[in-house]
């Protein structure tokens, strides 16, 4: 049994069932033995790989869309360039390097910032970044961020932020709690808790007994400081993450260790604990606070920037092993069988502003 796991234990014998956020919040962030908070999840060595782990190319298309955003909103100075959820520091590397040639006084203007809540991976991302020649701040959320115009990517970070789940028990919903079994080992159940229906995908009221919907209360107040900040000030945004572009009821709670699924209750902050992100309703606060919201699958996107152009200049003046590793890359960024379908990306822009290769308003 891990530390927290018996932390847990003691905690639900004490107050009772914790419900399903509360537990992926101390999984993920326990300040003492939380998963982002102790671990090195990144890579091969760890629990998974990212997109920028994978190869250069994506964070250099990822640069170019910034860059494009840029020139479209009237290439404003000063311009706050942010990377949030930053991981080991490897996108806003490739970014920097990037931008440097592209837009040297972008990038000699802009000031960078890194939005990081633990200290653990703030360090790994200076390290990842004591090269580079432009100064980058750290923050612990947006807030502090100067009152500017704002670009801003954040790569796989909804999909960790906590989320509600609900059961079907009986003609209503009630909210999925995690307690103890007879042998005191956690186990799912319905607890008492109900949910206002009208926050429930529109196919909730045919789903079965037992049937799952998910909530996701806090990835919507994380979405809605990022596009009120865009909305005050300017700029635009770009989040790619894996999830789904219609709602729907379904439990996609999942626990990954060692490149490998296991049980989300079996091992607690050893396990990275995600779930699919849910792009329309993220898009439907974007708009809210008028902007325009862009999605498509990353596949597309990534076509779309042109990874075969980049993917075919890389290996130009390679070698055969490293040719068949570019094309390796791009097959698992942007093919269907890979990362490209399951994988989405929502755009924030200021509305009627059209930026390649994202068209009129989706």
Known sequence: MTRLKTRIVDLIEATGPIPVNEYMALCLFDPADGYYTTREPFGAAGDFITAPEISQMFGELVAVWLYQAWAAIGRPMPVTIAEIGPGRGTLMKDMLRTLSRLEPDLANGAAFAMVETSPRLAEIQKQTLSATPFAVGWHETIDTLPRQPLLIVGNELFDAVPIRQFVRAGSGW?????????????????????????????????????????????????????AARISSHGGAGLFPDYGH??????DTLQALRKHNHEDVLANPGEADLTSHVDFAALAAIVR?????????????????????????????????????????????????QAMGDLFKVLAIVPRGVTIRPFATAD
Do not use: N, W, Y
Not at 186 to 204: H, I, K, M, R
């Open 174 to 226: 009630r909210e999925r709690m995690v307690g103890l079994d007879d042998k005191d080992e956690l186990c799912f159940f319905a607890g008492a808790g109900s949910v206002d229906p009208t926050l429930l995908p529109a196919d909730a009221g045919e789903a079965p007994q037992g049937a799952i919907a998910e909530v996701a209360p806090a990835r919507s107040a994380l979405m809605a400081a990022i």
């Open 288 to 336: 809210a606070h008028g902007l325009d919201a862009h999605l498509s699958r990353q596949g597309d996107f990534l076509l779309g920037m042109g990874i075969l152009e980049r993917a075919g200049r890389l290996g130009a003046d390679a070698g055969q092993a490293a040719r068949d590793k570019i094309a390796s890359d791009v097959e698992r960024l942007a093919g269907p």
């Open 245 to 250: 572009l219609r709602p729907g009821v379904g």
